[in-house]
């Protein structure tokens, strides 16, 4: 590394005033001419190899951000450390808002598969190979804790809380968030294809990497981009929905298929969610005796001459036990679709 260092007091700490450098130790000022003349190579292998301690020691707790912090001063001076490369990156905004998430996750994608590449230089095969993993399974658990901050951002408005008595600001909030959190989902989904890519361009580039271990990295990525398309929030009770097309996540399936034909996917059975003969019954049943009550609410102002009860009454209890007949008679014919259905699933069994 070049630096600056003072003839006088050999100080190599200089600030720039105007067009002078000036020695922090004692003061002497150099134009910018004479800052040349004093440029000398000087000997940084103990400050490289304190930062290099100090990021690997950030890594093993976990602490990606300040472990960032020291690898982007060590990538200052070895531009073509992969370690260094690759964990600036990993770290980088480490801490977002929900509308940062999803760019986060495209520039992850967008950086990290270089990494492959330079971790595949000056090293022996099985070293190459240790790293593609590690840099494949750290890069996939970053992209998935970024998912689930999308996902745990709605998770708050599960189940049909939207629809509570303090519903319509929640409800509003909901619809505001829905798309940031789609966003930041497919965001992750789709920052998992640069390193697909990179891999399987790695595999085909004959530089060695087992078949192995590339579709060991290959189904990570695939399987994590498969679950992550398949994130489902309930907004409200009995509704259940992806943030991706499920056209989208047959494709995903079939990826990983192409590499473990044992994969199964998870084909959820679309129940609609059918009133029984039983539940229809009692809405009809309902309806009617509400009817009633109307009607003799009807009954008791034509017997008192109040127009007041006799419009409550009259017209609303007829609507209601119209709308209760209807619903019984729709309860008869689903129950008999019901014992029709029975009856040919135990003919399926028997047969
Ligand atoms: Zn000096």
Known sequence: MKALVC???????????NSLFVCQNCGTKYS????????VEVDNSKKLSNLYERARKSIEVDDLEHAAEYYKEILDENPHDWEAYFYSYLGEFTTFTNSQAGSVADKLGNTIPSAYDMALEGCEISEAEKRIKLITTKTIARINGIAGSGASLLRQYEGGFILSAAGKVNSDLYSKLRPVAQNTIISCVLACDPLDNKLVEI??????????????????????????????????????????????????A???????????????????????????????????????????????????????????????GMIFVLSGLVGLATANSMAKKERQQEHQNSDNENS
């Open 7 to 17: 003839e006088l007091c050999g100080g190599n700490e200089f600030v720039k005033e």
């Open 32 to 39: 910018a001419e004479d800052a040349k003349k004093i440029m």
């Open 203 to 252: 595999s085909k580039s004959g530089k060695g990497i087992s078949e192995e271990v590339i579709k060991e990295c290959l189904l990570i990525i695939r399987h994590a981009k498969y679950d992550m398309a398949n994130l489902t929030f309930s907004p409200s009770a009995g509704v259940k929905e992806h943030m991706v097309k499920s056209e989208q996540i047959h494709e995903y």
């Open 254 to 316: 079939l990826k990983i298929k192409e590499l473990d034909s044992s994969f199964e996917e998870e084909v959820e059975v679309s129940k609609p969610t059918q009133r029984t003969a039983e539940q229809q019954r009692s809405l009809g049943k309902g309806f009617l005796i509400t009817g009633c009550v109307l009607l003799a609410l009807g009954l008791m102002g034509i017997a008192t001459e109040s127009i007041e009860l006799m419009l409550i009454g009259l017209m609303p």
